[in-house]
């Protein structure tokens, strides 16, 4: 019992440390560069009704100096939360979760889901697109299950198959061309593995058709053949994390490097994090754990 005990340990601190990454990626996101926030106040289907309460025109709204530094603003302040976000995780994490640290993580995912949203929106709302971003604003809530006792340890486990295999699918459709294959899949695939563009397409189509394969298998009832299919996503999910790095190594200076890619990077830590902390949670013998903080 104390080898199991110890692997339902393992999956929280996975989980907690997945979360504090993408809180901390998205907060610097936010706070040094740009939010998507732009994609919802200047759509003039969206907003025009809005501006013209407010007396303004659509020509002089969107290109006001005022109405951009409003923006960023609120783009700084919704920065500032994410990262008291991650303190409040941290903290919780070498002392005790409070109803203030669950207050704040709720916070935190609201941004991430609505950032989630304006993404999926600015790529024209594929469903697809949406349902790759599934643990990008969904793991922090994945920890606060584990941590708070909020769902026993079956509702757990599928809440993890069931966000990861959202995740790899909405990849999968992007990779197998589903959707139109993103340039900088094609650039990664070239820069990672020294390919042509051709090769490169058809080495993303399969990759696409066993993100699919892999994200069935995670739900059948053998667990060997969803721990391996479970050791594929670990594997895809830390590489294409870590092309971010490794293909913008040459093209990149030091310091977009440091500033852009590295958090691009841990910004999908979660991608490989949260399949470890699964994979540890099946090898669990325990219904439920709850974290010892002390």
Sequence with gaps: MESTGKNAQLAITATWWASILLLLARAWQYIYWDSPLRVLVWDEDFFSGIVARLGWTWSDW???????????????????????????????????????????????????????ILETKSNYWRVGHFAELSLQWATPILLWLMVRRKANYGCIDYAFRITIALTFIGHGLYAYGYYPVPGHFQQMMISGFGVDNSQALSLLKLAGILDFIAAALIFVPMRQIRELALLYIIIWGFLTALARIWSHVDSSSLNYLFTHWIPQFCVRSEHFLAPIALLLWWRSAVDYIAVDNN
């Design 62 to 116: 969107v290109t006001s100096e005022r109405v951009g530094s409003w923006i960023s603003q609120w783009t700084i302040a919704l920065g500032v939360l994410l990262l008291i976000g991650a303190l409040a995780l941290l903290i919780a994490r070498y002392s005790r979760w409070s109803t203030a640290t669950t207050a704040l993580v709720f916070i935190s995912v609201a941004v991430l889901l609505f950032h989630a």
